[in-house]
Every structure is written in C-alpha cells, then in structure tokens.
Nanobody
Framework: QSLLVESGGDLVQPGGSLRLSCSAS????????IGWFRQAPGKEREGIAC????????QYADAMKGRFAISRDNANRKVFLQMNSLKPEDTAIYYC???????????????????WGQGTQVTVSS
C-alpha cells in the first residue's frame, strides 16, 4: 500500500520555527517528486514547494520563498519542510504529496500530485 505520513506539526509562537517530515512507504521513493501544500481554515489548499526525485531541484511558490525550505533524504525515504519566522497566517494543515514523475514544475498545483498524506496541524499563536 502506497502511503505518505506527515509529522512535526505543533503549536509554535510567532517568529518560531518548525521542521515537518513526510515519510513514504509502498512507492519507489527515489522516482517521485514530492511537494508540500497547506490548507488554512476556510481557504483553498495551496502549494508551498516541490523537490525533484534526486533532491537537486526545488521549486517554491512565490509567496513561500525565503521562509520555507524543502529537502529530502532518499536513503530514509523522507522529505522535509523547514519553516522559519512563522506567522499566525501560517496556521494550517500541512500536507505532503507525491507526483508520478521525477521533476517539479514552476506552478505547484494539486492536480499534478497523485498520492497524498493525511496532513499535520501547524498552529502559530502566542
């Protein structure tokens, strides 16, 4: 069974940092580009970042550049999202997702991803 599981979500104060993890099983992990998305209450799910299967190429949504960093560890079948200088508006459920191909494109769209995790809650509040 193909499965993605996110972890690392937490309650954090404004200005703080978090690192989210996405663990994969049941897929040939090194063949898939992986993305991170988020969905805030009452809003549509939006793309954050994507990393190619090799980990050598990353794409970021314009609004996410500078505070978020995506990386992957193919040996351990994990993808990470480092989030810094967090703001209350970053509060959302964060999802990882896998593409059926190895590369990312500039636009990080939900429709380009085939396998989704269940999400992890990030709350930024004092």
């Amino acid at each position: 069974q193909s499965l993605l599981v996110e972890s690392g979500g937490d309650l954090v104060q404004p200005g703080g940092s978090l690192r989210l993890s996405c663990s994969a099983s049941g897929i040939t992990f090194r063949d898939h580009a992986i993305g991170w998305f988020r969905q805030a209450p009452g809003k549509e799910r939006e793309g954050i970042a994507c990393v190619s299967s090799s980990g050598n190429s990353m794409q970021y949504a314009d609004a996410m550049k500078g505070r978020f960093a995506i990386s992957r560890d193919n040996a351990n079948r994990k993808v990470f999202l480092q989030m810094n200088s967090l703001k209350p508006e970053d509060t959302a459920i964060y999802y990882c997702a896998a593409r059926s191909i190895s590369y990312c494109v500039t636009a990080i769209k939900m429709s380009d991803f085939d396998l989704w995790g269940q999400g992890t809650q990030v709350t930024v509040s004092s």
